[in-house]
């Protein structure tokens, strides 16, 4: 199975205040297409850094990283959020919803710079959230929604470009562990009948259980 993501050598450090810090020290790591990949790791390991290198949000201060065999470093700032806009897809813990705004407007957001017709949005739009089973709860806003149901529309919004990847940084951090369970059940339906991968962020023991494959990492470097 090729490589959808490959990071090498990476390095990146950062300033608080007058110190730096060094969140990732020479790692490598390959993401397989097709995968469900937990990334595991305490606070201040350097997770949410590699998920943000992954996603075109920052740049390492050496190494590389690759998406689709494509060195990341080589792209200029509008080729970045042109990868990040078309291929990527991105849910978080606190949901980051428009509060004015109901489902399925939420849920069109990432098109709003895409060259679609008004109908092809609405098209895609319907199958994201259908693909969520929010159909009945089209108009409603994130206020009126369960914590679940608010997670189900970020990861609708997620789709909703088509990505080939989605990152997750603690999808179910807020959520009870029923909730939890049914997010990742989820996500592991949409990974199959879409074909998209994914790699999410998680400390959750019973989280991890679930995934297909686990990476654990350690002051910056990946161990398994």
């Known amino acids: 199975m090729s490589s959808l993501v490959e990071l090498k050598n990476v390095v ?27 990334l595991v790791g305490a606070s201040g390991s350097g997770k949410s850094t590699l998920l943000n290198l992954v996603g075109c949000i920052d740049t390492p201060d050496s190494g590389e990283v690759y998406f689709e065999g494509k060195s990341i470093s080589a ?53 994201a959230v259908k693909d969520v ?25 997620a789709l909703v470009t088509n990505p080939r990847l989605i990152l997750a940084d603690e999808p179910t951090a807020n959520l009870d562990s029923a909730t939890a369970h049914k997010i990742i059940d989820l996500m592991q339906e949409l990974n199959v009948s879409n074909g998209v991968s994914f790699l999410f962020s998680t400390h959750d023991e019973k989280v991890i259980d679930r ?3 686990v990476a654990r990492i350690q002051d910056g470097i990946i161990h398994s």
């Open 12 to 38: 990146k450090s950062y300033k608080l205040g007058e110190t730096s810090v060094t969140a990732l020290r020479g790692l490598n790591y390959q993401l397989a297409e097709g995968a469900f990949t937990a």
């Open 75 to 127: 792209l200029n700032e509008n080729e970045r959020a042109a990868l990040r806009s078309e291929k990527i897809g991105f849910i978080f813990q606190s949901f980051n919803l428009m509060p004015v705004l109901n489902i399925v407007e939420n849920v069109e957001l990432p098109l709003v710079l895409h060259n679609l017709s008004e109908k092809d949005k609405k098209d895609r739009v319907m199958k």
């Open 133 to 157: 089973g929010l159909e009945e709860f089209i108009h409603h806003r994130p206020d009126k929604l369960s914590g679940g149901q608010r997670q189900r529309v970020a990861i609708a919004r």
């Open 211 to 213: 995934v297909k494959q």
